[in-house]
């Protein structure tokens, strides 16, 4: 890890409990990697927290959701149950029984995630959360929607198991989204919608040559410009995980075209930004500022310019070029902040004072890692508190405050250790060693 931490990827999801304050440390750790997508060390961490905190609601409801997230719907029941059973506060409950809606409806039990959605849309109202009752209304609309299709035998649908599919793709069910594909290829052997969503379900579980796969077939069946773009965009995206650059950026081209012929400019800035990716990636870093640059063009919302400002940011980190990187990690922050994700504002703070730290700027590295590490405290986010602390760490050990710079990684070891995060805790460890030695 040699005095450079990681540069954070901006990760944003929903999570349940996010204006309840967590007092212990496994229950933060466990919903700080669900909001990461690193399911399973969100369960070592649940694990952890129900041990630890055994009458704590909490730790039950963050483990259940991690459960859920990666498809053990008995166990995400379970927890979730048990969370019920140890609580009455009203904010909690609401959480829960959306939760537990949420895991009878993949299950495929209408009637029950209809009463427990029901449940959180009555306390949704006693509390005065109009956003949670709207979600909770249009969900129990769905459902009755379902529950109609199901008993309505004249309603036609074309290709049911194809709109399962992608409906399961779009709830993160990927496994019943594959399971549900395959029977709609074997249904529907000319449809190439059943093989473009078997082949994307493929790809968001990791099988990419099954993917590739079923995405080429599917490329074989239609000749519509419209999903021809889909499908070459994720041929792009399969092939760019798989290490195939130079495939990837000739999908990605081929899709980019069809945007142009069919005036979509959003999907044209996505594609820019990817193809910029893949430049980054082979090291031509210009080009893809380039690339980057044309994205920037066709975006018109501000908020969906942060991404791609946080992308070029680093492109000038790894070029070296520090001020551009502070430059365009400014108007990240500014964006973020214009929509209140103070969050998100705390983590390009710390790689701003990392920028200013690598250039010997230590009154501004000192200011935007302790405003970053302060920030990200506050929301109760232990992995961007963890990299804090190892900021610090190499700014003093950078300053010759080889004592400081101990506290603090020794503080950054102790906080990865305690979440699970095994590869940063060595990494800092490493540096730790290395700088016993030089005392």
């Given at each position: ?24 440390r496994e229950i933060d750790a466990c919903w700080t990697f669900i909001k990461a997508g690193d399911y399973k060390r969100a369960i070592k961490a649940g694990k952890l927290a129900v041990k630890k905190y055994p009458k704590n609601p909490k730790a039950y409801v963050c483990l259940g959701s991690a459960y859920y997230k990666v498809g053990e719907l008995n166990l995400a029941l379970e927890n979730l149950k048990k969370a019920e059973s140890l609580t009455s506060n009203k904010k909690v409950l609401l959480a829960i029984y959306s939760e537990i809606g949420m895991v009878m409806y993949r299950m495929g039990y209408l009637d029950d995630a209809l009463s427990y959605f029901n449940r959180s849309l009555s306390l949704a109202k006693d509390l005065g959360d109009t956003d ?308």
């Amino acid at each position: 890890m040699k005095k450079v931490l990681s540069i954070f990827l901006l990760l944003l999801s929903f999570l349940p409990f996010k204006n309840i304050a967590y007092a212990q440390r496994e229950i933060d750790a466990c919903w700080t990697f669900i909001k990461a997508g690193d399911y399973k060390r969100a369960i070592k961490a649940g694990k952890l927290a129900v041990k630890k905190y055994p009458k704590n609601p909490k730790a039950y409801v963050c483990l259940g959701s991690a459960y859920y997230k990666v498809g053990e719907l008995n166990l995400a029941l379970e927890n979730l149950k048990k969370a019920e059973s140890l609580t009455s506060n009203k904010k909690v409950l609401l959480a829960i029984y959306s939760e537990i809606g949420m895991v009878m409806y993949r299950m495929g039990y209408l009637d029950d995630a209809l009463s427990y959605f029901n449940r959180s849309l009555s306390l949704a109202k006693d509390l005065g959360d109009t956003d949670m009752q709207t979600n909770m209304q249009n969900i129990i609309a769905k459902i009755y929607e379902d529950k109609l299709d199901k008993s309505n035998k004249n309603i036609a649908y074309a290709k049911r198991e194809v709109d399962a599919c992608l409906t399961f793709i779009d709830v993160g069910d990927y496994k019943r989204a594959i399971e549900v594909g395959k029977i709609a290829v074997k249904k529907y052997p000319m449809d190439s919608l059943a093989y473009s969503c078997l082949g994307s379900a493929y790809y968001k579980v990791g099988e990419f040559k099954l993917a590739l796969e079923n995405m080429k077939k599917a490329e074989s069946l239609t000749s519509n410009k419209k999903h021809l773009m889909d499908i070459y965009n994720t041929m792009g995206l399969i092939l760019d995980s798989m290490g195939s650059l130079d495939d990837a950026l000739l999908y990605y081209s081929r899709s980019l075209s069809l945007a142009k012929d069919l005036v979509d400019t959003k999907m044209q800035a996505v594609l820019l930004n990817n193809i910029a990716g893949i430049y980054g990636k082979k090291g031509e870093l210009d080009k893809a500022l380039i690339y980057y640059e044309e994205s920037l063009s066709l975006t018109t919302n501000e908020k969906d310019k942060a991404p791609t400002y946080n992308n070029m940011a680093i492109i000038y980190y790894v070029k070296g070029d520090w001020q551009k990187a502070i430059k365009y990690y400014q108007k990240v922050v500014e964006i973020f902040e214009k929509y209140g994700d103070y969050h998100s504002v705390s983590i390009v703070k710390l790689n701003i004072g990392e920028v200013y730290r690598r250039i010997g700027d230590y009154k501004n590295a000192e200011k935007y890692l302790f405003e970053g590490l302060e920030g990200v405290k506050k929301v109760g986010d232990k992995l961007g508190e963890a990299t804090g602390y190892g900021s610090l760490g190499f700014f003093y050990k950078d300053k010759g405050d080889k004592k400081t710079a101990r506290e603090y990684l020794i503080r950054a070891y102790n906080l990865y250790k305690s979440i699970g995060a095994e590869k940063e805790a060595q990494g800092i460890l490493e540096e730790i060693k290395e700088l016993d030695k030089s005392n």
